[in-house]
């Protein structure tokens, strides 16, 4: 009895090898998470995007304070140009896709603004995330917020927040090389992650919490900063000598980009 038991066991096993050995050579077998990430599909990839070299200057608003001369299109638009000529595909959706936040008050600003987000699948929330902050005094871009969750790291999605950093830099400093450009991300985010604080110190402009660097030129800042607890951010601000000299006395070390 046990014998005619045995041969259906050796033959059931048999074929589960077989099968898995099919998935295995035709990739039937589920992707990983980090696949899923690297295969992502682009937004209206099939859809060229021409290459849209942005005049980036700071203005005021009617509440008087500092934005930049470009809307949220404007932004959508370079960035997917200068992905474009690198990868062939879109990456930023357009603006009616992005999630949208009402804001009383931002980290730069006391006045009402609109937070638009974007990530690139929505269903997978350890993914880095793209936030343009637009006041309601009109539609120009206050800043530009990257953040990556760092409790959630693996390699395939910080590689993504970098290549967001890369190509945000490179719609405000277009004339960099790719070597300047990363440099300059890395060294940033090198920054924020060692000289985290506490998440009871909320960073905000004129706190005594303050980023440790702040980069600029042509009145763009560049600059990180991460709280115990909260995500990884790479921050672009409009700024003027006003701005600069703030920072400066809030004992941030700053510094002129290729000076």
């Known amino acids: 009895m046990k014998r005619f038991i045995k041969i259906p066991l050796v033959f059931l096993i048999a074929i589960f090898v077989i099968v898995g050995c099919l998935m295995i050579v035709f990739g039937f077998l589920p992707e990983t998470g980090t696949d899923q990430v690297e295969k992502l599909p682009a937004a209206n990839s099939s859809e060229e995007a021409p290459l849209h070299e942005l005049d980036i200057a700071v203005q005021k608003n009617t509440n008087d304070e500092n ?4 809307t949220l299109d404007d932004f959508i638009q370079s960035y997917n140009g200068y992905y474009w000529q690198d990868y062939g595909e879109r990456y ?19 006045y ?28 120009q871009i206050q800043q530009i917020d990257l953040n990556y969750d760092e409790h959630s790291y693996s390699e395939a999605t910080y590689a993504l927040f970098e290549k967001d950093c890369y190509y945000t830099l490179k719609v405000f400093f ?51 900063y991460f709280a115990i607890g909260a995500p990884v951010h790479f921050c672009v601000i409009p700024v003027d000598d006003a701005t600069i000299a703030d ?6 070390d700053v510094q002129e980009i290729g000076v």
């Open 67 to 70: 934005v930049f001369n470009i």
């Open 92 to 110: 930023l959706q357009a603006a009616n896709e992005w999630q949208v936040s009402s804001w009383d008050s931002t980290v730069e600003s006391a």
């Open 112 to 139: 009402p603004a609109t937070q638009y987000s974007f990530r690139a699948d929505e269903n997978t929330w350890t993914l880095p995330v793209v936030n343009v902050i637009v006041p309601n005094a009109g539609e």
């Open 174 to 224: 277009p004339d960099l090389s790719e070597e300047q450009l990363t440099g300059l991300y890395q060294t940033i985010n090198q920054s924020s992650y060692d000289n985290t604080f506490p998440s009871t110190q909320k960073y905000r402009v004129g706190s005594a919490q303050l980023p440790v660097k702040l980069f600029y030129r042509n009145g763009i800042g560049v600059f990180g």
């Open 247 to 252: 920072y400066k006395a809030g004992g941030v």
